[in-house]
């Protein structure tokens, strides 16, 4: 596979439920990131990682839980969401120099029931 | 610190007519710029990039844009619309605040009437 994958591309979710979103780059990227983009909303910038250590997280709420075990990975557990989280999480990957700009996945759906 | 901002959150044009979309650039170093399209349910795709080369851009899809210092803009335009060029738009520049990122304006929908 190239480019950046997304798994899955769509999840429905009960507010109790803990589930995790994947994302896996195949570009020989080092930085990685997560986005939400919400309806009628600008996209929001929610974790940036550069070689796998975590260089901001935009007052994301505790109930995402990022992890990138190595600089291909990347994960957003979720637990206990709201109605609201409900959106498209966007992944991006990029050299550390984010001037050659992002390459990003296909997005999650996340709906929260 | 650095910013874009896109005026008008929706454009219509015609099928064949001259599409214009317009993005503004706040920055107090040389700026990347970035142009990206984002169809329905996928994620966004790059058109095009300046990285301080050539002031006139072309991209994928018939598409170009010209980095305009003077009036700190990067409009995107393409000579003839197509009905396959209906989706979000957006412009993006890179800014280094803590970790180097991008900044993306609000999006720019395109509409195509036959």
């Known amino acids: 596979e190239t480019g950046v994958t997304q798994t899955p591309r769509h999840l429905v979710m009960g507010m109790t439920n803990k589930k995790s979103l994947k994302c896996e780059q195949h570009l020989g990227h080092n930085a990685m990131y997560w986005y939400k983009q919400s309806a009628k909303k600008p996209l929001e910038l929610m974790f940036v990682?550069?070689?796998?250590?975590?260089?901001e997280n935009n007052s994301v709420p505790s109930r995402f839980s990022p992890e990138c075990p190595n600089s291909s990975h990347l994960f957003l557990h979720l637990h206990t969401l709201q109605p609201e989280d409900s959106a498209l999480y966007l992944c991006?990957?990029?050299?550390?120099?984010?001037?050659?700009?992002?390459?990003f996945g296909s997005g999650t759906r996340l709906t929260v029931v | 610190a650095q910013s874009v901002t896109q005026l008008g959150s929706h454009v219509s044009v015609s099928e064949g007519a001259l599409v214009l979309l317009r993005c503004n650039y706040s920055s107090s170093v040389p700026p990347y710029l970035f142009w990206y399209v984002q169809y329905p349910n996928q994620g966004l795709q790059l058109l095009l990039k300046?990285?301080?080369?050539?002031?006139l851009v072309k991209g994928i899809n018939g598409f170009e844009a010209e980095f305009k210092k003077s009036e700190t803009s990067f409009h995107l335009t393409k000579p003839s619309a197509h009905m396959s060029d209906a989706a979000e738009y957006f412009c993006a520049v890179s800014v280094s605040q803590g970790a180097q990122k991008l900044v993306f304006g609000q999006g720019t929908r395109l509409t195509i009437n036959p």
């Open positions: 300046y990285t301080s080369a050539a002031t």
């Open positions: 990682y550069n070689f796998k250590e975590q260089t």
């Open positions: 991006a990957s990029s050299q550390v120099l984010a001037n050659y700009g992002y390459t």
